[in-house]
């Protein structure tokens, strides 16, 4: 049994008189422990996808099985971690990282201990009383972070949560990212339209082409981690990710 199984998941959104099919019979598995990219151009349903996932948004039609379990209105071991904005602002870091365990009934005492651990793991110690306003970008990532992996959750799901960050501070976090998931071995489903962030952190990229949404084929990534950008490896499975995603980029540019 695999962690996660989509089968022929389709979803359509209607605003007035627009239709837009935002996922078109998409399947997709992940096992236990995996990293997987969802990579793709913008629109072609990522976000939808991890909303479904999630438990957020239901799909019109197709199965979805956490653990062999269907979801329905969100899954006990999903946690979920988003781009921006995704911490409360008028909570402390502690308060935030608190708020998935306060949701589940956790009492005060396990909550402040485990949150202090959690905030200890991602190297916001002193922080605790500090607001998301008085932090970096990289800074509320990792707050978002910390609150996601204190339920201990089987699934993590990711939407590009480093997207708004400048390069230096990107390349911190996907490594500070890993080393989390290799302490937590939780299964990662990790939404980019960055290739090169895709191929140092999968272990399979999934790669999606939009209108309507679907996914245009899976690549295994082999390289053993750490992975070294400088390797030619590394250069030529960003070359073969291009080159699959190149109809959609020249789609984008109006070619
Ligand atoms: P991505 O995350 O890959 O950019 P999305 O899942 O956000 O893609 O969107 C897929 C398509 O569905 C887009 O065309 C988008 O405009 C549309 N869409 C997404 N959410 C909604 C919504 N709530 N209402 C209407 N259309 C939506
Ligand atoms: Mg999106």
């Given at each position: 049994m695999s962690l996660l199984e989509l089968d022929a998941v389709s979803k359509t959104y209607r605003r007035g008189q627009e239709v837009v099919q935002a996922l078109d019979s998409v399947s997709l598995s992940a096992g236990f422990g995996e990293f997987i990219c969802l990579l793709g151009v913008s629109g072609c349903g990522k976000s939808t996808l991890l909303q479904i996932l999630a438990g957020l948004e239901p799909a019109d039609s197709g199965a979805v099985q956490i653990e062999?379990?269907?979801?329905?209105?969100?899954?006990?071991?999903?946690?979920?971690?988003?781009?921006?904005?995704?911490?409360?602002?008028?909570?402390?870091?502690?308060?935030?990282?608190?708020?998935?365990?306060?949701a589940r009934g956790v009492g005060a005492a396990e909550r402040r201990s485990v949150a202090r651990d959690f905030i200890n793991r991602v190297g916001l110690a002193g922080f605790e009383r500090r607001y998301p306003h008085e932090l970096s970008g990289g800074m509320r990532q990792r707050v978002g972070i910390a609150r996601a992996l204190t339920t201990r959750p089987r699934l993590l799901l990711m939407d590009e949560p480093f997207g708004a960050l400048d390069a230096q501070t990107r390349s911190i976090m996907q490594n500070q990212l890993l080393d989390l998931w290799q302490d937590y071995r939780a299964t990662v489903v990790f939404v980019t339209h960055s290739v090169d962030e895709a191929v140092f952190l999968a272990d399979r990229i999934v790669i999606m082409s939009p209108r309507p949404g679907r996914v245009r084929s899976i690549v295994p990534v082999a390289q053993p981690r750490p992975r070294d950008r400088a390797d030619p490896a590394f250069g030529q499975c960003v070359g073969e990710v291009l080159g699959l995603i190149h109809d959609d980029l020249r789609h984008l540019m109006g070619a």
């Open positions: 062999g379990q269907p979801i329905a209105g969100g899954h006990p071991n999903a946690s979920v971690v988003f781009q921006e904005h995704g911490l409360f602002p008028w909570m402390t870091v502690e308060r935030n990282v608190e708020f998935n365990m306060k």
